[in-house]
Antibody
Framework: EVHLVESGGGLVQPGGSLRLSCAAS????????MTWIRQAPGKRLEWVAT????????YYVDSVKGRFTISRDNAKNALYLQMNTLRAEDTAVYFC?????????WGQGTLVTVSS | EILLTQSPGTLSLSPGEKVTLSCRAS???????LAWYQQKPGQAPRLLIY???SRATGIPDRFSGSGSGTDFTLTISRLEPEDFAVYYC?????????FGQGTKVEIK
């Protein structure tokens, strides 16, 4: 059974940093493209970043380019999102998902709150 | 960027009724690169449909997807109590991948 477990969320001040982690199990992680998707309170889902299977390709939504970095460790079956220079509008639940263009498996999400 | 607009915003229905949800794209989603998700309060979304009409693993056959071009539909043939939720469409033809704003199906 596929399991994706996010961690690392919390309360951070504007301008601060957080690193989200996602522990994956139940499938061949190194064969799967992975994505972070976020959902701000009461808002639609928003694609944030995607990394291909071997980490050679990364894609970001314009609003986080230069501030967020997606990475992975295939030996540890782990996905990461380093978030710097956080803004209030980054407040959301962040989901780790497997991606084939569509998103077939989702973690339960971790809440990031950016507020002073 | 492809904008997806879902309608209606909210549907109030009773168990056993048939549901038809609409998703309209701002430009053609060729090759039917469109998916549907179900999200219940406090939970992550769950993939229901991909390729506009293919059911994901474990999804009951009361859920079906159809459409092409700019107009897509999710149909639930008979509402079960566990189907009351928010439904989102998503296109994966172009970057950035985008989602609709959601349709809430609530108990009447």
């Amino acid at each position: 059974e596929v399991h994706l477990v996010e961690s690392g969320g919390g309360l951070v001040q504007p301008g601060g940093s957080l690193r989200l982690s996602c522990a994956a199990s139940g499938f061949t992680f190194s064969h799967s493209s992975m994505t972070w998707i976020r959902q701000a309170p009461g808002k639609r889902l928003e694609w944030v970043a995607t990394m291909n299977q071997d980490g050679s390709e990364k894609y970001y939504v314009d609003s986080v380019k230069g501030r967020f970095t997606i990475s992975r460790d295939n030996a540890k079956n782990a996905l990461y999102l380093q978030m710097n220079t956080l803004r209030a509008e980054d407040t959301a639940v962040y989901f780790c998902v497997t991606s084939r263009g569509y998103y077939d498996y989702w973690g339960q999400g971790t809440l990031v709150t950016v507020s002073s | 960027e492809i904008l997806l607009t879902q309608s209606p915003g909210t549907l109030s229905l009773s168990p056993g009724e048939k549901v038809t949800l609409s998703c309209r794209a701002s430009q053609s989603v060729s090759s039917n690169f469109l998916a549907w998700y179900q999200q219940k309060p406090g939970q992550a979304p769950r993939l229901l449909i991909y390729g506009a009409s293919s059911r994901a693993t474990g999804i009951p056959d009361r859920f079906s997807g159809s459409g092409s071009g700019t107009d897509f539909t999710l149909t639930i043939s008979r509402l079960e109590p566990e189907d009351f939720a928010v439904y989102y469409c998503q296109q994966y033809l172009n970057a950035p991948r985008t989602f609709g704003q959601g349709t809430k199906v609530e108990i009447k």
